[in-house]
């Protein structure tokens, strides 16, 4: 079995086995020398508007509380690791054929619902066809339904459309098992380590599931409060009416800095604040204006300002965090001079106003936007900065208009990047990027094992975002959490990774 930096082909290890590995690469053991214990309730704010808040795990889900609650109800498949950086869940171990087309993913032996039933491969056919029906190849990269069967009573077969090395990876926390026929959601019948207690608007209590397929969670319970801001969060924690403020963003770890009643966790390569700028028509359709934009980037200024320094700068590559990531692009830096002759050269009409669309999502997306605006005065840019309500502009901007931010978590794959928003087959394409040369990169990526000819499809995929891609990633953010110097083992993975909290303990 070759358990390597980039993907379990073959994941024969037992899943509490592969837990162990996962808890001690993601700095799971006390640094500080406790001894884990059981017992006692988490209480954990998280990011959402009460007013979109989504029961259905087959639903898109634009609130972080609403991630949180689902992740850690129900089970998916496969959820982040750190080395390799896929690890199992549900699936306690999976295999593919030799053209890795044909994958078998094998249940966890032991994995119940929270009403007693087994979990079987009929719950998890039905459930990743739903989920296909439902969004696509974008979160089950198969052609079809049909393509998603059982292979026995515990163990489901999942077939590509051709060579798929990355299956497992782009499978991560997207694919939540349901009962087989489940219409109602409000009841939240999970096979995942707790079970939900009460909900509220938003708001939830789950209590340890003593059946989970992994082993016992240390906590008694989770509870879950939904803020509308990361100001509001802050407050919370600061006044101890919650334990922890999960990426409440660098403002609050600057202030929570020096407290001794508190710690701040720092997650690298965690969030990247990015703009996208459409390839496929409008103002922003030619290369040469999309690097003009690039050039005029001052990235050490944004990472300092809107990140406080909790942050480095980036490179317009999505998937910072890869074992692939190519260091030999040179690093962008600004360029004004440059910047404004290809603005001339590309016949840019630099007497409009141009709108810059934003939301209140991630920590300092909106400042980001205010930021850059005026920096691309420097080249003759007028940008009107448009901050607009998160449900409208899912609805009205996104995957729509010339020129918005975007922020993505769980920077440690470029492939997943490549797949979820950036091939032409994607219906998350934010930048309506069409182009062969990637999509070929793509499918060399996929079709090439862990090793050189992978490594190669990697930096292809990169070089061609970094020289005539759709984003502006100008920095990446830390992952910042701010909690009780009681809460003990948060995942300092990147990401969806600091969803997994089942290994948390309270000191007291």
């Known amino acids: 079995m070759d358990l390597n930096r980039r993907q379990l082909f073959t994941a024969g290890l037992g899943l509490s086995a592969i837990l162990a590995l996962a808890a001690c690469g993601s700095d799971a053991t006390d640094s500080t020398g406790g001894t884990p214990r059981r017992g006692g309730t988490l209480r954990i704010g998280a990011l959402g508007k009460s007013a979109k808040t989504e029961r259905d795990p087959h639903a898109t889900l634009n609130n972080d509380s609403d991630f949180l609650i689902t992740s850690l109800v129900y089970d998916a498949l496969t959820v982040p690791g750190l080395d390799p950086n896929v690890a199992p869940r549900l699936a306690s171990k999976w295999e593919a054929d030799a053209d890795q087309r044909n994958w ?69 926390l997207m694919t939540f098992v349901l009962p087989k026929g489940t219409t109602d959601f409000t009841k939240a019948i999970g096979s995942g380590p707790f079970k939900l207690e009460s909900y509220s608007n938003g708001n939830a209590r789950l209590v340890r599931n003593e059946n989970w397929h992994g082993g016992p969670a240390l906590l008694d319970a989770v509870e879950v409060t939904l803020f509308e801001s990361p100001e509001s969060m802050a407050n919370a924690v600061m006044a101890q009416q919650i334990d922890v403020a999960s990426s409440v963003g660098a403002i609050a770890g600057r202030s929570a800095e020096g407290r001794g009643d508190l710690q701040v966790i720092r997650r690298p390569n965690d969030v990247a604040v990015a703009i996208a700028m459409r390839t496929a028509d409008g103002p922003f ?23 406080s320094g909790y942050g480095s700068i980036a490179n317009d590559v999505l998937g910072t965090g890869d074992p692939t990531y190519d260091t030999a692009l040179a690093q962008r830096t600004r360029d ?101 040369a990637f999509d070929q990169a793509y499918t060399d990526a996929l079709a090439a094992p862990a090793g050189a000819k992978f490594d190669a499809a990697s930096k292809t995929l990169q070089q061609i975002q970094y020289d005539h891609g759709g984003y502006l990633v100008w920095g990446m953010a830390d992952g910042i959490d701010v909690a009780s110097t009681a809460v003990r083992d948060l995942p300092k993975l990147a990401g969806y990774g600091r969803v997994q909290l089942e290994r948390v303990w309270l000191s007291n």
């Not at 032991?110 to 739903?130: I, M, Y």
């Not at 974008?138 to 069967?149: F, M």
């Not at 980037?297 to 300002?305: G, T, Y």
């Open 104 to 172: 078998t993913f094998t249940i966890a032996p032991g994995a119940t619902f929270h009403d007693g039933r087994p979990v079987t491969s009929e719950d998890v056919v039905w459930s990743l066809r739903r989920l296909r029906e439902a969004a696509g190849e974008t979160k089950v990269p198969v052609a079809s339904v049909d393509d998603i069967k059982a292979a026995g009573p515990d163990a489901v077969l999942l077939t590509c459309a051709g060579p798929n090395s990355q299956l497992p990876l782009l499978l991560r």
């Open 285 to 307: 359709a030619d290369p040469r204006v999309r690097t003009a934009l690039r050039l005029a980037a001052d990235r050490p200024a944004m990472v300092a300002q809107v990140f």
């Open 336 to 436: 004004i001079s440059r910047a404004k002759q290809l603005l001339a050269d590309a016949g840019f009409d630099t007497g409009k106003s141009y709108r810059l669309v934003t939301k209140q999502e991630a920590a300092g997306e909106v400042e980001s936007a205010k930021v850059f605006a005026a920096q691309a005065k420097d080249i003759g840019l007028n940008l009107e900065v448009v901050v607009q309500e998160s449900g409208a502009f899912y609805d009205q901007t996104w995957l729509k208009a010339p020129l918005y931010t975007v922020n993505w978590g769980t920077n440690d794959s470029v492939v997943f990047f490549a797949s979820k928003v950036m091939t032409s087959r994607t219906t998350w394409n934010e930048t309506g990027f069409k182009d062969a």
